[in-house]
């Protein structure tokens, strides 16, 4: 028996219908925050991190021993409203975690840090984390502010005053982690990129079909991105079932003559 697609149309209806019902809900994306034991930008941090939590990002942290003593478990805790903190003493899932995550960011960089992972030395817990994420292709982000010599409160503090081939080498260990992969920001972009990459904007796709008399599911699911605008003519007959995948791939239809 050949299924019709409004027969296929009403089941996904009930199918719907019935985790509507149920109260059932997707998983929240998820991204694990290595910490190293850095103060400059955090602040700024904190506050995108809380940023993140509200728009529904689930950020698991992991602390270096140095990261617990001058950053604290608690005030990583605090700003993520509870969610999960792991340290070398207590590490809990997240070496395992790097399977389920999304994302890896490192949200205060400390030089001694950027130095290990751009030599590839994976001698403690985070930076060992920080390699398998490297090694699995996943998305990275590491702040620079407690790494960079020339960052404004380090030349308040008087710690910019080295010799500029001791500056360049910490540039080249941020070069070098691009070249692995890193997106190099700064505090203030944390909840903006990392928002990006999770939750990219659903509004740069472009697809036109005025071409076309009749669109269907499949050629919804033929589109290779995700989110975006499909451009129809008036009177395009669109199948219930394309809206529905439309719809479920974040893209809306637009009627344009």
Same mark, same amino acid.
């Given at each position: 028996m050949t299924v019709s697609e409004l027969q296929v149309t009403e089941i996904v209806r009930r199918v719907v219908a019935q985790l509507a019902g149920s109260g059932y809900k997707s998983a929240p994306p998820k991204c694990l925050a290595v910490f190293t034991g850095g103060v400059i930008g955090l602040e700024d941090v904190l506050t995108g991190l809380r940023e993140l939590n509200q728009a529904g990002i689930e950020v698991v942290s992991l602390l270096s021993r140095s990261a617990e003593q001058i950053i604290g478990v608690d005030r990583i805790a605090a700003a993520l409203? =509870?969610? *999960? +903190?792991?340290?070398?003493?207590? *590490?809990? %899932?997240? =070496?395992?975690?790097?399977?389920?995550?999304?994302?890896?960011?490192?949200? +205060?960089?400390?030089? !001694?840090?950027?130095?290990?992972?751009?030599?590839?030395?994976?001698? !403690?817990?985070?930076?060992? +984390?920080?390699? &398998?994420?490297?090694?699995? =292709?996943? %998305?990275?982000?590491?702040?620079k502010n407690a790494c960079d010599i020339t960052d %404004?409160?380090?030349?308040?503090? =008087?710690? !910019?005053?080295?010799?500029?081939?001791?500056?360049?080498?910490?540039?080249?260990?941020? +070069?070098?982690l691009a070249s692995f992969g890193f997106q190099i920001i700064a505090a203030p972009e944390l909840a903006s990129t990392v928002k990006g990459i999770i939750q990219p904007s659903t509004t740069t796709c472009k697809q036109d079909f005025r071409g076309k008399k009749l669109v269907t599911h499949e050629d919804i699911l033929n589109l290779k991105e995700q989110g975006g605008t499909v451009i129809i003519r008036t009177g395009t007959l669109v199948t219930p079932l394309?809206?529905?995948?439309?719809?479920? &791939?974040g893209l809306e239809f637009v009627v344009a003559d």
């Open positions: 409203d =509870g969610a *999960p +903190v792991f340290s070398e003493d207590n *590490p809990g %899932p997240a =070496g395992a975690m790097l399977q389920e995550v999304e994302l890896v960011m490192v949200p +205060v960089l400390t030089i !001694n840090t950027a130095a290990k992972v751009a030599l590839g030395i994976a001698d !403690n817990l985070p930076t060992t +984390v920080l390699r &398998n994420a490297i090694i699995m =292709g996943k %998305p990275l982000v590491a702040v %404004p409160k380090r030349t308040e503090l =008087g710690h !910019n005053r080295g010799p500029a081939v001791y500056t360049q080498l910490v540039q080249d260990y941020l +070069v070098r394309a809206r529905d995948v439309a719809d479920k &791939n």
